[in-house]
């Protein structure tokens, strides 16, 4: 049981280039996520994904599309590289609600992206 | 607006002693979930406790207790017995429940703690 995976781990990119960063999980999750950190800064939600066929925009969007093809893999697109994508990408996911009521999402370890 | 804060952005604990990072969040929801998750140097988001908003009881795992005060819209994570390996970021971070539960976190700005040997 790998849980969360992502690739790569690093990755520098030129501006306008295109890429995407592979998120897996062998949990059957239904829920998935995209979040990016900034330096010294919390998580934002990029877009999310309730199960295979469905996803939505979270707080960031602009600049990224996702797909859900199959329950395990989200992947995240960045179509034209900005210097303002220099970031680290973390993928999660979580499983149905089960009682007591627990949101717990699990991280992958992260892609760390640069953009120049 | 939903919104998460944590107001130190760094903190310095003795080894073997606690302590306590504030958060406060703001939702209109009735029902939500607020997490701490400790991101070491190594970069990665480790989920140590959770409180529902319906909870009678403040959450408690091992040596990390969460301070619910909900007429204060307060979170604090205690932090007991302070170990050298505690020294990371932690993240407030909360949830809303609802008929369309879908999870989404907000996270606070973190606060960095290093623990003094």
């Known amino acids: 049981n790998a849980g969360v995976t992502q690739t790569p781990k690093f990755r520098i990119l030129k501006i306008g280039q295109s890429m995407t960063l592979q998120c897996t999980q062998d949990m059957n999750h239904n829920y998935m996520y995209w979040y990016r950190q900034d330096p010294g800064m919390g998580l934002k939600l990029i877009y999310y994904s309730v199960g295979a066929g469905i996803t939505d925009k979270g707080e960031v969007p602009n600049g990224y599309n996702v797909s859900r093809s199959t329950t395990e893999d989200f992947p995240l697109r960045l179509e034209l590289a900005a210097p303002s994508q220099t970031s680290v990408y973390f993928c999660a996911s979580r499983g149905l609600e089960q009682e007591p009521l627990h949101n717990e999402q699990f991280f992958g370890p992260g892609t760390r992206l640069t953009v120049l | 607006a939903q919104k998460i804060t944590q107001t130190q952005p760094g903190m310095f604990v003795q080894e073997k002693e606690a302590v306590t990072l504030d958060c406060t969040y703001d939702?209109?929801?009735?029902?939500?979930?607020l997490f701490w998750y400790k991101q070491p140097s190594s970069g990665e988001m480790i989920f140590l406790i959770y409180q529902g908003s319906y909870d009678q009881q403040n959450a408690t795992e091992g040596r990390y207790s969460l301070n619910f005060q909900k007429a204060r819209k307060s979170a604090n994570l205690v932090i007991s017995a302070s170990q050298l390996g505690d020294s990371a970021m932690y993240f407030c971070?909360?949830?809303?429940?609802?008929?369309?539960?879908?999870?989404?976190?907000?996270f606070g700005q973190g606060t960095t703690l290093q623990v003094k040997p």
């Open positions: 971070a909360m949830s809303h429940h609802g008929s369309s539960n879908t999870g989404k976190l907000i």
């Open positions: 939702t209109s929801d009735p029902s939500y979930g």
